[in-house]
């Protein structure tokens, strides 16, 4: 069993700052690519950041210049730092990692439960 929790959602000003995180625990043997994800009202989920193991980055052109995506790869841990938020970034935000289990060859996605951002005056 594995598990995803996530924190730090909530609500901002525009302009403001939020700073996610995300844990993962249980029979995990090993973790590749973690990343963020967020779903608006009405519309698909899709990519905010993600990061591999040996911490290359990949950012959706939205999140480029305001958020950074980091990770601790001792405690099994995943962050987003959102600076300069704006309404448009309100959403659901997920948690995923590529998690090998210890009873698993092949690696598999987990995700979290979200966290809800919203952004408003």
């Known amino acids: 069993q594995v598990q995803l929790v996530e924190s730090g959602g909530g609500l901002a000003q525009p302009g403001g700052s939020l700073r996610l995180s995300c844990a993962a625990s249980?029979?995990?043997?090993?973790?590749?690519?973690m990343g963020w994800y967020r779903q608006a009202p009405g519309k698909q989920r899709e990519l905010v950041a993600r990061?591999?193991?040996?911490?290359?980055?990949n950012y959706a052109d939205s999140a480029k210049g305001r958020f950074t995506i980091s990770r601790d790869n001792a405690k099994n841990t995943v962050h987003l730092q959102m600076n300069s938020l704006e309404p448009r970034d309100t959403a659901v935000y997920y948690c995923?990692?590529?998690?090998?289990?210890?009873?698993?060859?092949?690696?598999?996605?987990?995700w979290g439960q979200g966290t809800q951002v919203t952004v408003s005056s």
């Open positions: 990061i591999g193991s040996e911490r290359i980055t």
């Open positions: 995923s990692a590529d998690i090998r289990t210890t009873y698993s060859r092949a690696p598999s996605r987990y």
């Open positions: 249980g029979s995990i043997f090993s973790i590749n690519v």
